[in-house]
């Protein structure tokens, strides 16, 4: 499934935009649905990936649930049509005023990162009169082999509570009245795409259940981060969530009634997102020449931030001559950088260049440093 990119209707927008393709993100929906119909599977879509109104009303509308990590993506989410009882709230530095307001809007569960953390829920709960729902997010000591700024399991990390000391925080949990104990929540990192670490975790968790079979766990959260593939979004536009799925469903011993939930936030939206811009100048210099793009780090801030690399097409040359580029944004900052050598057709001044696979970390991460504008949005079905 290509993304088209309705050229002639872009060159009259002003760049840089968000640009997003409906179809795929619906056929990506349905194939997460489709695939992940095991009994008690219950996905969670990731908001941090996306949080645009207009995105999270599409994945709201298929039924899946929200993966929180604030309140302000607690009230996006709600805005939107997730469920209250199928959202979860994450996040490590969850203030007293976040936990109150998601106690009040009856949240599904606090996925709690540390035992400090758990007793200011549980003073929090006992103050309102209400029960607190909680999963206790485990540290699964897993390593993800993703760049060491997504990786997330590891030992000693400021994410979730080491296996060590698992049986103190659930006894806590336990004698308290005011908490809720749900399960055991789990995240190994993020742009997975080497699916053995997932087959790890599962034997991890089996383990722990084992360990703890003293202890009702009423779901299991396994996190996300599953990968997509930046080098050809038009090849594999939509992540092989039939395998990812098949490894929970063949790996997990899952007790009797116990749910299994997933918090997939790349995996849904990146490859439905382009970064559209527009050349300002190319640049020749001494050795090489530089493609200079209106959208940069601010907009995407992705190749700056974890040298990551999406895919960069121009849309409208219709040169059958190739030449080589370094791409860049507009920016302060010799990271700001799209790619290095990049073979392009010839590119010239007004042309409409997309950096691919931009719809997860993309737009929600767009800043204003250098008093930019933040980028707008486009959405395919209203493109025609
Ligand atoms: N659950 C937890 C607890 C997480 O920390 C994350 C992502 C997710 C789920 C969703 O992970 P996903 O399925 O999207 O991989 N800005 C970075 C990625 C940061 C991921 C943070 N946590 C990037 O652009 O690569």
């Given at each position: 499934m290509k993304t088209h990119f309705p050229v002639d209707r872009m060159r009259a927008e002003a760049t840089p935009f968000y640009y997003y393709d409906m179809e795929l993100l619906d056929a990506t929906i349905k194939a997460i649905r489709q695939y992940s119909d095991y009994p008690d599977f219950q996905v969670h879509y990731a908001v941090k990936a996306n949080s645009n109104p207009e995105i999270l009303r599409r994945i709201a509308a298929s039924g899946l649930g929200a993966d929180t990590v604030s309140i302000g993506e607690v009230k996006a989410a709600l805005d939107a049509g997730f469920s209250a009882a199928k959202t979860v709230f994450a996040g490590v530095g969850k203030t007293d005023e976040e936990i109150a307001a998601a106690l009040e809007y009856g949240i599904g569960c606090f996925n709690v990162e540390s035992e400090p953390e758990l007793f200011v829920i549980e003073s929090i709960a006992r103050q309102m009169g209400k029960k607190a729902p909680v999963a206790l997010r485990v540290n699964p000591e897993i390593d993800a082999h993703t760049h060491h700024y997504i990786t997330t399991g590891i030992a000693e990390n400021k994410f979730g509570i080491a296996m060590s000391m698992l049986r103190r925080v659930i006894d806590s949990c336990i004698k308290s009245e005011w908490i809720d104990l749900q399960g055991l929540h789990?995240?190994?990192?993020?742009?997975?795409?080497?699916?053995?670490?997932?087959?790890?975790?599962?034997?991890?968790?089996?383990?722990?259940?084992?360990?703890?079979?003293?202890?009702?766990?009423?779901?299991?959260?396994?996190?996300?981060?599953?990968?997509?593939?930046?080098?050809?979004?038009?090849?594999?536009?939509?992540?092989?969530?039939?395998?990812?799925?098949?490894?929970?469903?063949?790996?997990?011993?899952?007790?009797?009634?116990?749910?299994?939930?997933?918090?997939?936030?790349?995996?849904?939206?990146?490859?439905?997102?382009?970064?559209?811009?527009?050349?300002?100048?190319?640049?020749?210099?001494?050795?090489?020449?530089?493609?200079?793009?209106?959208?940069?780090?601010?907009?995407?801030?992705?190749?700056?931030?974890?040298?990551?690399?999406?895919?960069?097409?121009?849309?409208?040359?219709?040169?059958?001559?190739?030449?080589?580029?370094?791409?860049?944004?507009?920016?302060?900052?010799?990271?700001?950088?799209?790619?290095?050598?990049?073979?392009?057709?010839?590119?010239?001044?007004?042309?409409?260049?997309?950096?691919?696979?931009?719809?997860?970390?993309?737009?929600?991460?767009?800043?204003?440093?250098?008093?930019?504008?933040?980028?707008?949005?486009?959405?395919?079905?209203?493109?025609?």
């Open positions: 789990f995240h190994i990192g993020s742009q997975v795409t080497d699916l053995t670490p997932y087959k790890i975790l599962c034997e991890r968790i089996n383990r722990l259940q084992e360990e703890y079979s003293d202890i009702e766990f009423a779901s299991i959260n396994v996190g996300g981060g599953l990968g997509v593939d930046y080098d050809n979004p038009d090849t594999n536009p939509i992540p092989d969530f039939e395998e990812f799925f098949k490894i929970f469903h063949e790996n997990l011993k899952l007790r009797s009634g116990q749910q299994v939930h997933f918090e997939l936030g790349r995996a849904v939206v990146a490859q439905c997102g382009s970064l559209i811009t527009r050349v300002v100048f190319v640049k020749e210099g001494v050795d090489k020449k530089f493609v200079i793009l209106d959208g940069g780090m601010t907009e995407l801030i992705r190749p700056a931030l974890y040298q990551a690399h999406h895919k960069i097409e121009n849309l409208t040359s219709t040169s059958p001559d190739e030449e080589r580029y370094d791409v860049v944004g507009p920016i302060c900052e010799s990271s700001d950088t799209f790619g290095t050598d990049e073979l392009l057709p010839e590119t010239k001044r007004g042309d409409l260049v997309a950096l691919r696979s931009a719809g997860a970390y993309g737009e929600v991460m767009a800043s204003c440093y250098n008093c930019r504008s933040l980028p707008g949005s486009r959405f395919s079905h209203r493109f025609r």
